[in-house]
């Protein structure tokens, strides 16, 4: 029975002892986790503290516009906050085929800082050869031993690896005045248009470190992708641009272009109608000729019947003269005409209808039709004289070749002058039969002409279009009425 006790009293003990081990054990190990979730949340507290400063740079960086800026602005920010000794950024050059130094921070002295700023980099340099094939980064370190190795990785996968003795990157770091160096492309992937070179040289201790740890790679990789973001951003920005000022460019050339033609259009309509006029003055001049020949016959033959006094002498030069003067005025309405009109004047519109009208006179007169001119109040508009005069010919010969193919008993064309608010309109209709519905909306196309290729061009109502609506900003339209078309030009 006792024995029994004092077995049962040890196994107690016994046992009491496993389980103090077992809770000793457990507090070590909450002891240790609790180390690890300080070292986390540092790890965290630390992230965050990388986060907002990178969201400040962020928002720095995108006030910047040129790609200049954005570069120093990175090489700042890598020595301020994520804490290298030394900084610097490329940029590409098109027409060396390199990459140049655009910007380095850190500590250098003048003689160190000379000498990186001058590097180039060619963009067929094998060292960069893993960056081009689409790495996030390369890194380069020397051991004690000075050996170089060499790491370009890309999500996690290497894709190029050298190990011990590659001379060229161990110069490529050296050139860079780094021991060890990362590099960052910026930019579109396939061709960066900028390089991000950031390391620490020989005795660096107090800087972080170069390495493939996850803070470092969390710390660059996002910088590198918020400024290679931007870069290209501003790089199709810029290209758009360009884009845009090209093509409004190319608008404003063919525009002039177009102005110009039309120019040539409207000059070479005054010259068509060059010949309409000819055969006008020929007309108007008949008369006065006759009338001239008249006086001279009947000066020679009173110098045979009688002699010729002082006096008889003076009333036939006077008379010969009125008659020149008159001849000289009608070729001056005409001669004007052929003026190109250079600026815009203020013109009296009822003196061209009138210059027009005195223009066609004749051969209307021949076909026996009189226009009539109904004018109320005498406006002016700011225009190109000539250039109207030109519209109303085509417009009045238009009329003119509708009487003379309809030909109604009483041929009429009625040329009315009025304002309408601050507008000046003239209407000039007739009774010719008028335009078939079917065409009218396309009277005023350029080519358009129902008068077969001998008679007409179909320029006419193009140019008279074009005077009036681009060249003076008004406005011409066209309507059946009566018997015949209407035309409004309104100005
Ligand atoms: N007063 C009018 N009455 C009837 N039809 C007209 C009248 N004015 C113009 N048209 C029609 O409009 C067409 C175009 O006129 P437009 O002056 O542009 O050319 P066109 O007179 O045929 O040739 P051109 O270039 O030699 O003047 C004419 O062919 C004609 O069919
Ligand atoms: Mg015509």
Known sequence: ????????????????????????????????????????????????????????????????????????????????????????????????????????????????????????????????????????????????????????????????????????????????????????????????????????????????????????????????????WLIEHRASEQRYRQLSEELERRVQEAVDELRQKDKLLILQGRHAVMGEMISNIAHQWRQPLNVLGLVLQELQLTQHKQGLNAEEVDSFVKRSLAIIRQMSRTIDSFRHFFKPDREKVEFRVRECLENTLTILEGSFRMQGIAPTLEAVGDPTVDGYPNEFIQVLLNILINAREALTARKPAAPQILVRLFSEGDRTVVTVADNGGGIPEEIIDRIFDPYFTTKGPEQGTGIGLFMCKTIVEKNMGGRISVRNVGEGAEFRIEV
């Open 1 to 228: 029975m006792k024995k029994a006790s004092t077995l049962s009293l040890e196994q107690m003990v016994e046992s009491l002892q496993q389980e103090k081990e077992a809770l000793a054990q457990q507090v070590k190990r909450l002891i240790r986790a609790e180390g690890k979730l300080y070292e986390y949340q540092e790890e965290l507290d630390a992230q965050l503290k990388e986060y907002e400063q990178l969201y400040d740079f962020n928002r720095r960086l995108n006030r910047l516009h040129d790609l200049q800026s954005i570069l120093a602005e990175t090489v700042s920010y890598v020595i301020d906050h994520v804490g290298f000794e030394r900084a610097i950024c490329f940029a590409r050059d098109e027409e060396s085929q390199s990459y140049q130094v655009f910007a380095l921070e850190g500590y250098y002295d003048p003689a160190e800082k000379a000498a990186v700023t001058s590097i180039t980099l060619p963009l067929s340099s094998p060292c960069l050869s893993s960056l081009f094939a689409g790495c996030d980064y390369l890194v380069c370190k020397t051991d004690r031993h000075h050996k170089t190795s060499c790491r370009a990785e890309s999500q996690e996968m290497i894709l190029f690896q050298a190990d011990g003795s590659d001379r060229r990157l161990a110069e490529l770091g050296s050139s860079f005045l780094m021991k060890d160096y990362l590099i960052y492309p910026l930019g579109s992937p396939a061709l960066p248009q900028a390089l991000l070179v950031v390391g620490n040289c020989e005795n660096a201790t107090f800087y972080r470190k170069v390495d493939g740890q996850r803070g470092t790679v969390l710390a660059l990789g996002n910088l590198a992708g918020v400024v290679s």
